[in-house]
């Protein structure tokens, strides 16, 4: 081979190594996931999981005492704002107690906590996450739901209706103490 013939191999071969250094991007094949978000300085979340994805303890306001509306009974709940379809997500372990439809809470979820002592509340609900059935088992963080404005929720104002029970040996899902869930899913430092 002459002196020639092989500088116009290498000036090739740089050429390549130039091209792919500078016009080539390697994608993985599956995005990064973002990193979570910072906790911010003045709250840290509670003992259980705040039940819409993306919504940071700050977000949050203690409404549990709050009259509704009629004025005729407290809240014993707190609402959380979200955008519609936003993921809801099980605040601990447990199993799906009751689906059910109500003219108040629309589409609604029911969760017992793993030892049967609570029920977690989820109301007006847009949709159930697929294959979602009473009686299956649930992880905190598994997406059960999507946020929404069924019942008698404001169509404009798309939220989560979160609330917390006590409950008693045998007592059924409907039943139980309502507690405020806010202190649960958000402690002041």
């Given at each position: 081979?002459?002196?020639?013939?092989?500088?116009?191999?290498?000036?090739?071969?740089?050429?390549?190594?130039?091209?792919?250094?500078?016009c080539?991007?390697?994608?993985?094949?599956?995005?990064?996931?973002?990193?979570?978000?910072?906790?911010?300085?003045?709250?840290?979340t509670?003992?259980?999981?705040?039940?819409?994805?993306g919504?940071?303890?700050?977000?949050?306001?203690?409404?549990?005492?709050?009259a509704?509306?009629?004025?005729?009974?407290?809240?014993?709940?707190?609402?959380?704002m979200?955008?519609?379809?936003?993921?809801?997500?099980?605040?601990?372990?447990?199993?799906?107690?009751?689906?059910?439809?109500?003219?108040?809470?629309?589409?609604?979820?029911?969760?017992?906590?793993?030892?049967?002592?609570?029920?977690?509340?989820?109301?007006?609900?847009?949709?159930?996450?697929?294959?979602?059935?009473?009686?299956?088992?649930i992880?905190?963080?598994?997406?059960?739901?999507?946020?929404?404005?069924?019942?008698?929720?404001?169509?404009?104002?798309?939220?989560?209706?979160?609330?917390?029970?006590?409950?008693?040996?045998?007592?059924?899902?409907?039943?139980?103490?309502?507690?405020?869930?806010?202190?649960l899913?958000?402690?002041?430092?």
């Amino acid at each position: 081979m002459s002196a020639r013939g092989c500088g116009g191999g290498i000036l090739a071969i740089l050429l390549c190594a130039l091209f792919l250094h500078f016009c080539v991007r390697i994608v993985p094949d599956e995005a990064p996931r973002p990193s979570p978000p910072q906790r911010p300085a003045s709250a840290e979340t509670g003992p259980l999981l705040i039940p819409v994805e993306g919504v940071p303890p700050t977000a949050l306001t203690d409404t549990f005492t709050q009259a509704r509306a009629s004025g005729a009974r407290p809240h014993d709940a707190i609402d959380i704002m979200a955008a519609r379809g936003r993921a809801v997500l099980a605040v601990s372990d447990g199993w799906i107690e009751k689906i059910f439809w109500s003219d108040a809470g629309g589409r609604t979820l029911y969760q017992r906590s793993p030892d049967g002592r609570r029920v977690y509340y989820y109301a007006h609900l847009d949709s159930y996450a697929p294959g979602l059935k009473e009686g299956q088992a649930i992880r905190r963080g598994q997406r059960i739901a999507n946020v929404g404005s069924t019942g008698n929720a404001d169509p404009s104002a798309p939220h989560l209706h979160f609330a917390v029970h006590e409950m008693q040996p045998g007592e059924p899902w409907y039943g139980g103490r309502p507690i405020n869930p806010y202190p649960l899913l958000v402690r002041p430092r």
